[in-house]
């Protein structure tokens, strides 16, 4: 099974920083890497897909990066409604395994 | 529109069995995949399996190997879950999501609402 990782586990951020997130996978997944968004109450929620694609409806301030084993979600300006726990998930191959997610709070 | 409507919360007693459903509509169900994640109180999220709802062929996570099985119906476009041998570990928010797989692009684009499943004596 591919391990994720994901660093940091969480992270204090104030409205407007830069907020960037790693995950790192335990062989080379190629571009086959999402993130989702989660909030308590809620489904999870598509951001980026193929490790770079912004899923239609989303802010363009959500970005992704990377390949191989390493890969980068970056919220270019933090908003009050960004603070969520964040998920990375390969789609490479089955189990279809989640990081342990990265849980953005307010500062 | 695309929707996944799941069944309600349960309470079940440890070693008893639950079985959780998500009605699919607004697209045609036997051309998409069907995946069971969960989330349990604190915790992050867990892959459980999947089920190609043409054929039925279904693949689980190793860990819920013997205890958990997906099946469909297509004449109601519905997935179920059922998970037996219940354990206080067992608790947590199950969702069903659809997996929109046209390589490189595969993601989970669509999800139910979620089912919460307590495990209690």
């Known amino acids: 099974d591919i391990q994720m990782t994901q660093s940091p586990s969480s992270l204090s951020a104030s409205v407007g920083d830069r907020v960037t997130i790693t995950c790192r996978a335990s062989q080379s997944i190629s571009g086959y890497l999402n993130w989702y968004q989660w909030k308590p109450g809620k489904a999870p929620k598509l951001l980026i897909y193929a490790a770079s694609s912004l899923q239609s409806g989303v802010p363009s301030r959500f970005s992704g990066s990377g390949s191989g084993t390493d890969f980068t979600l970056t919220i270019s300006s933090l908003q009050p409604e960004d603070f969520a726990t964040y998920y990375c998930q390969q789609s490479y191959s089955a189990p279809r395994t989640f990081g342990p997610g990265t849980k953005v709070e307010i500062k | 529109q695309v929707q996944l409507v799941q069944s309600g919360a349960e309470v079940k007693k440890p070693g008893a069995s639950v079985k959780v459903s998500c009605k699919a509509s607004?697209?045609?169900?036997?051309?998409?995949?069907m995946h069971w994640v969960r989330q349990a109180p604190g915790q992050g999220l867990e892959w459980m399996g999947m089920i190609n709802p043409s054929g039925g062929t279904t693949t689980y996570a190793q860990k819920f190997q013997g205890r958990f099985t997906m099946t469909r119906d297509t004449s109601t476009t519905t997935v179920y879950m059922e998970l037996s041998s219940l354990r206080s570990e067992d608790t947590a928010l199950y969702y069903c999501?659809?997996?929109?797989?046209?390589?490189?692009?595969?993601?989970?684009?669509?999800w139910g609402q979620g089912t919460l499943v307590t495990v209690s004596s």
């Open positions: 999501a659809r997996d929109f797989n046209l390589p490189p692009e595969c993601y989970f684009d669509y």
């Open positions: 607004g697209y045609t169900f036997t051309s998409y995949y």
